[in-house]
Structure formats: structure tokens, C-alpha cells
């Protein structure tokens, strides 16, 4: 493996665990806290509006872009051979499940925020409803990441 695509691998690996390690976190800690509060949609929604303006997404963006560095950077290597195929194929998988992380938060996480953010504050109904679909696709996003994180570093072991 070459030493640029080592470097990009490990970006990738790092910065996915971390964004898997924040989703995870959100759903076992934050999410529970709310517990079907009058107050749950108004503090969600206030939490939609400072995650992209925090320094996580800088670590979200740099892990989607990693990983499909990462991506071109294994299959160059394993055209001219400076990988093993099985390295490749793990090096992949693992930038694809972190990849997925992207989509899953772009298709399903993003657009049920928009939707509780066009509710009234203190609609527990309304944050009932959006709960239980962004907590699995929260959860789904999450191990996705961390096992593409683990498929990463594992890669790297080649």
C-alpha cells in the first residue's frame, strides 16, 4: 500500500470513529433525556440548528471525503499492485460503510429534522413521531460508521 493511501486511510478510520462515536452517543445519552418532554421538539430542533454550525461537521464532511479518497487511492494501488486484493476489498468495504453514514444522515436523519422543525415547540406528538425513525436510522448510521472505521484500520494491518 502507498504511503498517500495509508495516510488517507487512517484519516478516514479516525474521522469515522469519531462521527460513529458521536451518533451512538446522541442516541444512548441525549435521546433518552427527552423522554416524550413537553420541551423535546423545541431543544431537538435547537440541536439541528447548532450541529452544522459546530466543529462536528467539519469532522463530518472530512470523513465522507476520506473515505472516497480513500476509495480511488486502494484502487489505484491495487491496479498497479501495490496492495493485496484482500486489503483492498476491506479498505473499501470499510470507506463504503463509512459513506454510508453520509447518506443515511443526508436521506433519513436531515429530512426528519426539517419535518420537526416545521412543528410547534412542545408538540409531543409531533417529536413521538419523528423519535423512534431517526433514532434507528441514528443507531444505523452509527454502526455503520464504527464498522467501517474497524474495516479501515483492519485494512491497514496489510
Known sequence: MQT???IWIVLAALSTAVVGGVYLG???MVMP?????????????????????SPFILVFFVSALA???SIVLVLVDLMTGATAAWAA???????VLGLAGFVITAAVNVPLNNRLAETTPGDVAAFAAFEKPWRRANNARGAASLAGAAALM?????
Not at 476489498?89 to 470507506?95: E, K, P, Y
Open 4 to 6: 498517500a493511501t495509508a
Open 26 to 28: 446522541f442516541s444512548t
Open 33 to 53: 433525556a427527552f423522554d416524550g418532554d413537553a420541551r423535546s421538539t423545541g431543544v431537538m430542533n435547537r440541536i439541528n440548528v447548532l450541529a452544522p454550525r
Open 67 to 69: 473515505c472516497g479518497v
Open 89 to 95: 476489498v476491506v479498505a473499501v468495504a470499510g470507506a
Open 154 to 158: 483492519a485494512a491497514l494491518l496489510g
